[in-house]
């Protein structure tokens, strides 16, 4: 197989320059913290409610999008429709994102109904246009695409936050004015940034349609699904990597939703420092995934993904000593986090990408859509288990104890990934790459 033009792989990668704005600016840096202290707001607890409230609503709609997507993502494979789909998570992101201008302190239930919305949104669109890696290049040029798509996202958050940050200013009640034009800034940063996506990105495959409509879609997507989970058998592998990427992402998900409360809550750094590590992080995460995705190629895709879980293991050890080594070294705490923050910004590029070319690499082509729905099943479902699993820690032991729990997360991932056997589920996919008669009408 052929790689695909630059300017459709460019294209592909612009979506993951668009998105990352949203995880940044709403997800990470601005949004979240809003949400916890001015928004909540409950100071006299430490602010736990508002953490567990925000897990809660992130946890929802990851659950939503465990339910839907590897349905959406059979249908999509049967009919040729995963532009349409991914358009349609498109706009509701862009919606939802820019209607988060209305949540003022004490409208905590429109807040989390809004970031249930739109983080559906985005996390089911992340599968979609993934669900487009295997068909953009031979399968041991994979981890290169992919690769380059981490890192031209975490460019565009770069350069969406930079300008957020500047603009807005920091997040406190006294600037909430201003600061709550971060909802509107990511809606316009995502609509815009992505339309290449759109104009350059081909959608492939042989388009079947029943005369049923949507309940026959509907039928034909439970169908496949039910086939494939019997089918998975086949496909030990693929069913290991799921299973590690399921550790994996539980551990992500928590460093994505609250590094930047951690650091306001934790650390208590100043807004130069949280400005400092934001740009620290973003440049260490585009590294990561392009020297990660370069290395892969070479020395293969297991091999650098259980490289990046030790990375982990040892960013969060670092991340939990950060106080105590504030002592022993000259140097404060929040600083320490800063240099802790670059180890931790190489491991996040790099173990979504590979594991994102992983499954590329494992995957029958055919089927792309399918198999990257359930790799979203896998990694929501972690999502859901991560954050409600250290939003009920924290509140038991605080938040500085509670990320250990990260650290196990990543041992797991490590130790189940030591069973996938690269060559194996790459000669199965290969040998499978032909399309299921039997389960077609």
């Given at each position: ?24 600016l ?14 909540v707001g ?23 999008v ?206 130069q ?46 991340i ?40 590329g ?16 099943l ?64």
């Open positions: 197989m052929k790689r695909a033009s630059f300017k459709e792989i460019f294209g592909w990668a612009m979506f993951d320059f668009a998105n990352q704005a949203y995880t940044l709403i997800i990470t840096v601005i949004f979240g913290d809003l949400f916890t202290r001015v928004i409950d100071s006299e607890t430490d602010y736990r409610l508002g953490n567990l409230l925000w897990s809660v609503a992130l946890a929802v709609s990851y659950l939503m465990v339910l839907v997507g590897p349905v959406a993502g059979a249908i999509m494979d049967f009919s040729a429709a995963r532009k349409r789909f991914l358009f349609a998570s498109y706009v509701l992101t862009v919606v939802t994102t820019g209607l988060l201008y209305f949540v003022a302190p004490g409208y905590i239930w429109l807040g989390m109904l809004l970031i249930i919305c739109s983080n559906f949104a985005y996390a089911i669109g992340e599968s979609f246009i993934a669900s487009f890696l295997p068909e953009l290049g031979p399968r041991e040029q994979l981890g290169w695409i992919s690769g380059f798509g981490w890192a031209l996202g975490y460019v565009g958050g770069l350069v969406a936050t930079a300008f957020a940050l500047v603009m807005l200013g920091e997040v406190s009640e006294e600037n909430f004015d201003r600061i709550r034009w971060v909802g509107p800034f990511a809606a316009v940063f995502f609509l815009l940034a992505a339309i290449p996506t759109f104009l350059w990105l081909r959608e492939r495959g042989r388009a079947r349609r029943l005369k049923g409509g949507v309940r026959s879609y509907l039928g034909i997507g439970f169908r496949r699904v039910r086939a494939t989970i019997k089918d998975l058998r086949h496909y030990r592998d693929l069913a290991t990597l799921l299973v590690s990427v399921f550790f994996a992402m539980a551990g992500i998900y928590i460093i994505i939703s609250f590094t930047f409360i951690y650091g306001a809550q934790v650390i208590q750094w100043d807004e420092v949280r400005i400092w590590m934001f740009v620290t992080v973003q440049l260490t995460a585009a590294a990561g995934a392009l020297g990660f995705g370069f290395l892969q190629d070479r020395i293969g895709a297991r091999t650098t993904y259980l490289a990046t879980l030790v990375l982990w293991i040892v960013a969060v050890t670092l939990f000593s950060t106080p105590w080594l504030g002592r022993v070294v000259p140097m404060e705490a929040q600083h320490v986090f800063l240099i802790v923050g670059s180890v931790a910004g190489l491991c996040l590029g790099s173990t979504q990408s590979a594991g994102r070319a992983l499954v690499v494992l995957a029958p082509r055919l089927r792309a859509a399918e198999f990257f729905g359930f790799w979203g896998a990694s929501k479902l972690a999502a859901i288990v991560g954050l409600l699993g250290l939003g009920l820690l924290q509140v038991a032991v605080g938040l500085h104890a509670s990320i250990l729990f990260c650290a196990l997360l990543f041992a797991l991932a490590l130790v189940v990934a030591l069973g996938l056997n690269e060559a194996r589920g790459r000669r199965v996919a290969e040998e499978r790459e032909a399309p299921r008669s039997s389960i077609l009408p």
